[in-house]
């Protein structure tokens, strides 16, 4: 196992390296697997062809001036992907039921603002930075617990906005609203934008972009004015800066109509083969969808049961054949206690499933979740 994971693509860190029993090791076999895989440095994959296409548009516009990272390691420690950025002690994304924790002072990352710290220390001023990330999430069409983000980071120095009679904050805020509508038009051509007020840790102001696309306000990235913070820490006392954070897999499936996040980890040909690199125009072809399966199951809950959880447990067995998990009721008796009722979709995007495998699968399911998470099945 340890020669297969080096293999599959310059992660620095074998499976076995890590002491796997420890109450303090949160992460699946499911999530293992896709260590190294790096998507986003497949040119043929829709994910390697949106990080092309948005590294073109900021060497065009930029005059190749964005450094541009695209393989530093997923595992990084606790202070990178949290002190360092300016997540708050008590902020939920620590939590073990929202990280990936390798131990405790190390996760895979939840975002690629974990590296924005370091490289704004050694002196990067504007850096484009793509890779995975891992998040403990709830199991529908647009949500996977790995995916593909890219950072993005400019630095100005009091030269660039003095001319312009504001100040640097208004300077940098006006900077990455241009910057960022640009992006959306090269990608999208002409689209209805928003722009929201958000918050964010690292960043103050900070906003998120909306585009409206299939009837739908759909938010496409996070961004913000670098806190002064960060940039004291890092040598850059005097300057101020943008950065953002961007969602590929959501960009990739408005651009190339993909309907399931699942399909981008698909090594079916009938996906694979309707992409060319550097072609952004194609529109993909669902081959025939599969009938769904669903399964419901009742149980009693206890006060450390949470969704995430669940999910773990049914995407452990199930792996990418659960398409959905849905909370369809819920109650709570007299006695105070809850009983929650789950409907789990099954559904496999390359081949028709049978009532046999599925109904072993779901009793597999009922199985760990009843020893897994301590809830009485009803
Ligand atoms: N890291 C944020 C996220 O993952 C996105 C972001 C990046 C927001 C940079 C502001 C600045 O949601």
Redesign the pocket.
């Known amino acids: 196992p340890v020669a297969s994971v080096l293999e599959r693509g310059g992660v620095k860190i074998a499976r076995d390296d890590v002491v796997r029993d420890e109450p303090t090791n949160n992460i699946p076999d499911t999530i293992f697997t896709k260590l190294g895989q790096q998507l986003h440095r497949r040119s043929q994959h829709p994910i390697g062809i949106l990080k092309n296409a948005i590294h073109n548009y900021f060497d065009s516009n930029y005059e190749n001036k964005f450094d541009k990272f695209d393989d530093l390691c997923p595992i990084v420690t606790v202070k990178q992907n949290f002190d360092d950025v300016l997540v708050p002690a008590d902020h939920v994304s620590r939590s073990y039921n929202d990280t990936y924790y390798i131990d405790p002072q190390t996760v895979l990352r939840?975002?690629?603002?974990a590296h924005?710290a370091e490289l704004l220390s050694k002196g990067y001023t504007q850096f484009l930075v793509t890779g995975d990330?891992y998040r403990r999430d709830s199991i529908d069409s647009t949500h996977y617990p790995v995916f593909h983000?890219m950072?993005g980071v400019r630095v100005f120095s009091p030269n660039d906005w003095e001319s312009s009679g504001q100040d640097g904050t208004a300077y940098a805020a006006e900077d990455l609203k241009k910057c960022l509508e640009g992006l959306a038009r090269h990608l999208f051509g002409a689209v209805e934008m928003r722009w929201i007020d958000t918050y964010?840790p690292?960043?103050d102001p900070?906003f998120e972009l909306e585009i409206y696309f299939q009837e739908k306000w759909l938010e496409v990235?996070?961004?913000?004015v670098?806190e002064q913070e960060i940039l004291k820490r890092s040598g850059n006392s005097n300057n101020v800066a943008w950065?953002?954070?961007l969602g590929l897999e959501r960009l990739a499936m408005v651009l190339f109509d993909i309907p399931d996040i699942r399909l981008f980890w698909t090594t079916d040909e009938r996906f694979t083969s309707q992409f060319s690199e550097g072609q952004l125009g194609i529109k993909f072809k669902p081959f025939s969808k599969f009938p769904p399966c669903y399964k419901d199951m009742s149980f009693w809950i206890n006060e450390s049961f949470t969704e995430n959880n669940l999910c773990e447990v049914i995407r452990g067995i199930a792996g990418d054949l659960v398409e959905e998990v849905c909370l369809i009721d819920n109650f709570t008796n007299k006695k105070g206690m809850t009983s929650h009722c789950y409907r789990v979709a099954y559904r496999s995007m390359e081949r028709s499933l049978t009532d046999e495998e599925i109904n072993e699968l779901q009793w597999k399911v009922r199985e760990q979740v009843e020893s897994k998470l301590n809830v009485v099945l009803r």
Do not use: P
């Open positions: 939840c975002h690629t603002s924005q990330v983000q950072e964010f690292f960043t900070s990235l996070g961004c913000g670098t950065a953002f954070g």
